[in-house]
């Protein structure tokens, strides 16, 4: 599975757009780019995944560049309940189909 | 119940101790998995099961032993745990081993004295 980048951490004004970026500069074409989030001492949440195309749902979009190296995900609207760390994660489609969490991005939403 | 739930949230526990943890999953999925999330680090994989039957075991000490007596219960049995045992351990669950997304409890918070 591809390694995936972020950064280690952002601030996002409350009511503003959270934009968080994840290189995966080594994904395979059979790869998917997931998002998920944890806030604080909870069981990660799912939030969206995609392969090629943009994806929307009710809680995020993923926007993934043509190349597929890299992908944002964005809150459009961030709210204090939004302050979690983000995680991007690259799996395939065989093999373990484990997911190797890293290190996230620790969102933090500011009043 | 909803989803997939984790009992019990807190557990402290000795060293010589025998413990269990349980995860419960009501969404009809196939796979269930157990990670651990120690302070500061990524969650870790140490198990999975489909369809009751393990698939994978990440290097797990064996003071550790998984239970799937069928596709909606996992438990984690626990003896003669070390004080870096002390972690979150999260359960979860997939509609099947492929690339589907994971649905996780709330965890356990274990601590070993």
């Known amino acids: 599975d591809a390694k995936t980048t972020q950064p280690p951490s952002m601030d996002c004004a409350e009511g503003r757009a959270a934009n968080l970026p994840c290189n995966h500069s080594?994904?395979?074409?059979?790869?998917?780019v997931y998002w998920y989030r944890q806030i604080h001492s909870q069981g990660p949440q799912y939030i969206i995944h995609g392969l090629k195309n943009n994806e929307t749902n009710e809680m995020a979009s993923l926007i993934i560049t043509e190349d597929r190296k890299s992908s944002t995900l964005i809150l459009p609207h961030a709210t204090l309940r939004d302050t979690a760390v983000y995680y991007c994660i690259v799996r395939g489609t065989s093999g373990t189909y484990k997911y190797i969490f890293g290190t996230g991005t620790r969102l933090k939403v500011l009043a | 119940e909803t989803g997939v739930t984790q009992t019990p949230r807190h557990l402290v526990m000795g060293m010589t101790n025998k413990k269990s943890l349980k995860c419960e999953q009501h969404?009809?999925?196939?796979?269930m998995y157990w990670y651990k999330q120690s302070a500061k680090k990524p969650l870790e994989l140490m198990f999975v099961?489909?369809?009751?039957?393990?698939?994978e075991n990440n290097s797990v000490p064996s003071r550790f032993s998984p239970e799937c007596p069928n596709s909606s219960h996992l438990f984690l049995h626990l003896h003669t745990l070390q004080p870096e045992d002390s972690a979150l351990y999260l359960c979860a669950s997939s509609l099947d081993r492929g690339p589907y997304e994971q649905y996780f409890g709330p965890g356990t918070r274990l601590t070993v004295t």
């Open positions: 969404l009809g999925h196939n796979a």
């Open positions: 080594t994904i395979s074409g059979n790869e998917y």
């Open positions: 099961y489909s369809l009751e039957e393990r698939v």
